[in-house]
């Protein structure tokens, strides 16, 4: 089974704030995931040691997006919201800066969207 990991926002994604992930994947990758999938969610990646953490179901099949069209509505998608709340970082910055940064530096991104359908 493939797997996700979700070191950055896994406090989102476990109280079910995050449905949809951004990806620097190769496109032969990418491919490789398709609508209704289930796939794995680790904690980080397992070859590091990390543990499932949920099992997720694609909602539908994976697309490449420049982060300069991110919808605003995926703020709260990308469980950005939680991690503003709870003082957190990404990347070394606030969720506020790593979200602006996305849209003024756009880069094509792989947009995973999905359900948490179980542990």
Known sequence: MRWISFNWTLRPLLL????VTRRRWKDAYAARFKKGDLVEAYDRQP???GKRVALLRLTRDPYKESSADIPP?????EGMHVLEAEGEELDGVTPGVFWLRWLSEPEDLWVIRFTVVGN
């Open 47 to 49: 070859r590091f040691g």
């Open 73 to 77: 509505s995926d703020w709260f998608e």
């Open 16 to 19: 079910g704030e995050k449905t």
